[in-house]
C-alpha cells in the first residue's frame, strides 16, 4: 500500500510515462494534489471549529458567555427548523404577497369609498354641532339666569337679617311672648325661603336640561348625517423569505421573534469565532429555572454548553447550503 498520497501520485505518474502519457499524467497529478491540499485544509478548519465551513482559527477561551446550554439547545433546535424551512420560505414568501396584494387592492378601494363618504359626512357633522352649540349656549345663559334669581332679588345680607330676625321671633312666640310684628316676620321669612326653594327647582331644571342637551350630540349628528364613517383597517405587510424562516426558528425555539434574533446572533458569534467556555457558568435569562436545570449537569455547564457551541459549527455547511442567511 502506499504511505501517503503523494507516493500514490507518484506510482501514477510512472506508470502514465511508460504509456507515453507525460504531459497528461503531469496534469492529472497536479489536480490530485490539489484536491489533497484543499481536503487536508478542510480537515484542519474542522478540527479547530468545528466546521469545514468556517475559517481555522484559535479557540477563544472566556469564562462565561450570554446563553445558558439549555438556551443553545432550543437554538440548534431553531437552526434546524430554519434549514428545513428554507426550501419552501421563499414559495411561501411569494403566497404571502400574493395574498397581500389581493388584499391591499381591496383596502385602497375601501379606503378610496370611505374618503368620499368622510368628507361630506364630516361637513353635516359640522354644521349640526354648530346649531347645538348655539342652542347649548342659549340653554346656559337661561339656567345661569334662573341660578341668579335664586335670591328674588334679596341680597345674602338681607336674607341673613331676615333668618336673623325670624329666629328671634319664633324663640319669643314659642315662649308665648310672641307679638303680631313678631307673627309678620315669621311669615315674611317662610314666604320668602319658599320662593327661594321654588327658584332653586326651577335653577336646577334648566341646568339637568342644558346637560341632557349637549349629551345628545352624538345623537343628533347621527340622526341627521347617518353613522360616521370609518376607515379601513391598514393590511397587515407580508413576510419576506428571510421573515418565514426566522418565524420557523422562533417557533421551533419556543421563544418571541425578537427573543430569537438576539439568541441566534450571539450563538452564531460563538461557533463561528470558535469560542470555548473555560467553566463556570452560562449567563442568559437569570430567572428561568427550568433552564438552569438541564440534564447536562446544569445550564451553566461547560461541557454542555461547548458541545452545544460545536452543534451549532456543525450546522454552518448546512445553512450556506440551505440559502439560510447567517
Known amino acids: 500500500m502506499c504511505r501517503s498520497h503523494l507516493q500514490c501520485g507518484g ?20 489536480k490530485f494534489k490539489t484536491a489533497v491540499g484543499e481536503k487536508a485544509a478542510g480537515k484542519v ?10 475559517p481555522a482559527r484559535p479557540p477563544i477561551m472566556v469564562d462565561a458567555v450570554p446563553l445558558t446550554a439549555a438556551q443553545m439547545a432550543k437554538i440548534n433546535a431553531g437552526l434546524d427548523a430554519e434549514i428545513a424551512a428554507a426550501a419552501s420560505a421563499k414559495q411561501e414568501a411569494d403566497r404571502q404577497d400574493k395574498a397581500f396584494q389581493e388584499k391591499q387592492k381591496a383596502y385602497e378601494k375601501a379606503y378610496a369609498d370611505y374618503d368620499k363618504r368622510n368628507g361630506p359626512w364630516n361637513e353635516c357633522a359640522r354644521k349640526v354641532s354648530e346649531e347645538d352649540q348655539a342652542k347649548s349656549d342659549a340653554l346656559n345663559q337661561s339656567a345661569e339666569s334662573q341660578t341668579n334669581a335664586l335670591m328674588g332679588g334679596m341680597s345674602e345680607e338681607d336674607l341673613q337679617k331676615l333668618g336673623e330676625r325670624a329666629q328671634a321671633a319664633a324663640q319669643r312666640v314659642s315662649e308665648g311672648k310672641g307679638t303680631a310684628e313678631d307673627r309678620k316676620t315669621l311669615a315674611e321669612f317662610q314666604q320668602v325661603m319658599a320662593g327661594i326653594q321654588g327658584r332653586v327647582g326651577v335653577a336646577t331644571a334648566a341646568q339637568q336640561e342644558t346637560q341632557k342637551f349637549n349629551q345628545g350630540g352624538d345623537a343628533r349628528v347621527e340622526a341627521k348625517c347617518g353613522k360616521r364613517p370609518q376607515a379601513p383597517d391598514q393590511v397587515t405587510p407580508p413576510q419576506n423569505t428571510w421573515d418565514v424562516i426566522s418565524a420557523a426558528g422562533a417557533k421551533a425555539a419556543g421563544v418571541p421573534p425578537s427573543t430569537w434574533r438576539q439568541w441566534r446572533e450571539d450563538m452564531l458569534a460563538l461557533a463561528t469565532s470558535n469560542t470555548v467556555v473555560k467553566g463556570g457558568g452560562g449567563g442568559g435569562d437569570k430567572g428561568d429555572d427550568k433552564d438552569k436545570k438541564d440534564k447536562d449537569g446544569g445550564s451553566g455547564g461547560a461541557d454542555a454548553m461547548n458541545q452545544q457551541i460545536k452543534a451549532t459549527a456543525q450546522k454552518i455547511c448546512a445553512m450556506q447550503k440551505a440559502g439560510v442567511p447567517m
Open 11 to 30: 506510482l501514477l505518474l510512472c506508470a502514465l510515462i511508460v504509456a507515453g502519457h507525460t504531459s497528461e499524467a503531469a496534469a492529472q497529478i497536479g
Open 45 to 54: 478548519a474542522e478540527a479547530a471549529t468545528g466546521s469545514s465551513c468556517i
